[in-house]
Every structure is written in C-alpha cells, then in structure tokens.
C-alpha cells in the first residue's frame, strides 16, 4: 500500500460488522475522515456491512452507500478487496470476530474492551503480531483535546510529581428497574458489567494520563438483582416489564483504590445505576505544585491550577483549541464545542494513519489488554478481600 497525497488519495475499503449505534458511529467517523482530514493518508471507503437481525445490513447499506450488505459476518472476511473492519458487536463475541479478522489479513478497529478477560484480549494482540496487522481500540475519551493538554501539562511537569487522582465515570442507562435483561447483564455474553463498560475506560484513562498501574483493591455491587427479559432484538438500553425475569449476573458498581508505578494514589469509581448522572466522566488529578480536572460534559474546558502558591493557588479555566490534541481539525477557534462523534472521527484518522505508515497509533488492542488485566485483577481483588499486584 502506497503512500497517499491530497492529489493522489490512497483508498482503504473498510467494513463494519455489527450494525446497531457504534456500528452507526464507526461508518459516520469513516464518512467524516475527508471532511476533517482532507490531506490526510488515507481515503476510506466503506464497501460493506453485517448484521444478524434481518434487513438491518441492507437498510445501513443503502443509507451509507456500501456496495454489499450480509448477514452473515464471515462474507465480508471472504471479500479480498476489504482492507480493514470495525468490530461493533456484543463483547462475547470480540475474541472470535476480532481474531477472524486479523487472521483474514485485515487490520482491526473494535470495541472496547475487547471479550471479557485479559485472556480475550491477549488472544486479539497476538492474533494483530502474528498478522502484523495495524489495531485500533476504541478508548475514545483518551482523544478529547482536553484530555491531551492535561497530558502535556502532566508531562512536562507543570503540577510536580503527581499525588493522588479521582476519575469517575457514573451513568444511569442500568437505573431503571425494568430495563431489559439484555446481553449486558449476563456474565457469559457482557462479562463484567461496569468493569468492562465503564471501567475499561477508565483504566486506559489514568494510564494515558498518569502511567501503570502497579497494585490495586477494589469493591462491586449488583444494586439491581432481577430484570424482565427481552421479548424481540434489542438496540441500546430499552426497557422491558412483560417477559421472564431473571438474574443480573455482573457488576452495576465498582470501586477501585490504585497504587501507580510513579507511587502516585488514584481512586476510580463507575455505576452504571447512577440515578440523576448521564455519562458522568471525569478526572481530577493532583500534584506538588498544581491540579488539572475534565469533565466530559463540558469536553471543551480544562481546569488548572499552577504554579508556586501550594495554598490558596487559584484555579483557571481554559476552553482548549487549536493546538491542543486534533482540535484543530474541526474548529478553528477556542470554544467551539466538540462532541462524542467527533472522537470517534479522530479516533478514525488514527486507525487509518496506522495502516498506511505502519506506525502503531491511538489507542490499540495492547492498550486493551493492559485494560483487561487491570479489570480482572479487580474481580480477583474483590473474591479474595485483598489488594492485587498487577505483573
């Protein structure tokens, strides 16, 4: 594959696999990559996509203009022409979807947190070495602009050594009592609940940020025990009140104290049942000498405090722009707000970079391993009452 220029595009025919809203949001992040990257590597194409539910291929298809749709998802693995495929399916079936890709030859954009163990995970990278294909994971928080200017400002030393750091991420989309008992709740299909949802997130944000994680304790609940099952194919999180009840089997809530390899404290909490929070993401990191907090909500703004005064330092605001992270590429003034698409966009354009160069970029399915190891070592923590340390 040769190098692209703007007068030259270098085409790469994608697929999607799995067609409900990720699914969306990978094929509009491929649609978008021209619009924000206009003298970027790589041009993607989307030729194709597959669902299991009826007509649903056929009805993105059409809307997305790929060429085929299938539902049957080893057809688009058949197709020589496809270089590269999202992976937007339910986290069980990651490990033999991510793994059939790779092994086809094609380069790998999936879903966090890729299966539902590190074992997953790991079984996804060395299928990506052993192919020496390109991966991309989708840890989209990590690609806020503001994320990356609180990493600058960490890197380069503008709070001290770090201290202790808070990262939350509460949502209520489990709160409801009568949400459907879907694939999320069940251990053999969503693994670990708020650990695999939230908490994977979370993860790849404080080692973005703050580095590895050397040891940690933690605490789950299951808040709400019982639901309705579904009667008919779901899409998201929607309710269900007729069918048969059974058994939440994964965690709503997770509580973890990290110790990290700089010796720095973190504390990271996620709910899926938090009532009155809607993707309620954030950190609050702290240093010798200052502190930096985001919240998602407000993506556009970071808060600091720096300099010499330790006690009563005063705390600024900034709206990130161009020049912090890909800002740039979509606004060209300061406060212009961003939103969660726009991630997935950049998030696109590191993917597609990565194959045309061959340089690892973004985050990638070693981040999701690294992920998985720290969220298994919480379940194991959490059955033996004790910290863990993570090899």
Same mark, same amino acid.
């Given at each position: ?97 991510? +793994? ?46 503001? +994320? ?68 940690? +304790? ?174």
């Amino acid at each position: 594959m040769h190098h692209g220029t703007q007068q030259d595009p270098n085409p790469v025919r994608v697929a999607v696999i799995g067609m409900g809203w990720m699914g969306r949001v990978h094929a509009q992040a491929y649609a978008r990559v021209p619009h924000h990257y206009p003298d970027g590597p790589a041009l993607p194409v989307l030729v194709a996509v597959a669902d299991d539910v009826a007509g649903r291929a056929q009805a993105f298809a059409a809307r997305f203009g790929a060429e085929a749709a299938y539902t049957d998802w080893r057809a688009v693995l058949d197709d020589p022409s496809i270089d590269a495929v999202s992976v937007t399916v339910p986290n069980f079936l990651h490990r033999d979807i991510g +793994v059939a890709v790779l092994d086809a030859g094609k380069h790998l954009w999936i879903e966090k947190p890729v299966g539902l163990t590190e074992a997953d995970a790991a079984a996804v990278a060395a299928a990506a070495a052993r192919n020496g294909r390109r991966t991309a994971v989708g840890f989209n928080y990590r690609n806020a602009p503001a +994320v990356q200017a609180a990493r600058a400002m960490i890197a380069e030393g503008r709070l001290g050594a770090v201290t202790h750091a808070r990262f939350r991420l509460f949502s209520d989309y489990a709160a409801h009592p009568d949400g459907a008992l879907t694939w999320r709740y069940q251990r053999d299909r969503g693994g670990n609940g708020v650990l695999g949802d939230l908490g994977s997130h979370g993860v790849d944000l404080v080692t973005h940020l703050l580095g590895d994680i050397d040891a940690l +304790v933690a605490d789950t609940a299951i808040f709400i025990p019982e639901r309705a099952e579904p009667t008919g194919a779901t899409s998201g999180h929607q309710l269900a009140t007729s069918g048969v009840r059974g058994p939440v089997e994964n965690e709503d809530y997770l509580s973890a104290q990290l110790r990290l390899a700089s010796g720095a404290r973190c504390v990271l909490e996620a709910s899926r049942i938090a009532v009155g929070e809607q993707n309620s993401y954030g950190f609050e990191i702290h240093g010798t000498s200052g502190m930096v907090r985001w919240d998602y909500r407000r993506m556009g703004e970071l808060e600091a405090s720096v300099g010499a005064d330790f006690q009563d330092q005063p705390v600024s605001m900034v709206h990130v722009g161009p020049g912090s992270g890909d800002y740039a590429a979509f606004q060209p003034g300061a406060a212009n707000p961003m939103g969660y698409d726009d991630l997935k966009v950049i998030e696109a354009q590191h993917f597609l970079r990565s194959i045309v160069t061959g340089v690892p970029e973004g985050a990638t399915v070693d981040d999701a391993v690294r992920s998985a190891r720290a969220l298994d070592a919480m379940t194991r923590s959490v059955d033996e009452g004790r910290w863990v340390t993570l090899a």
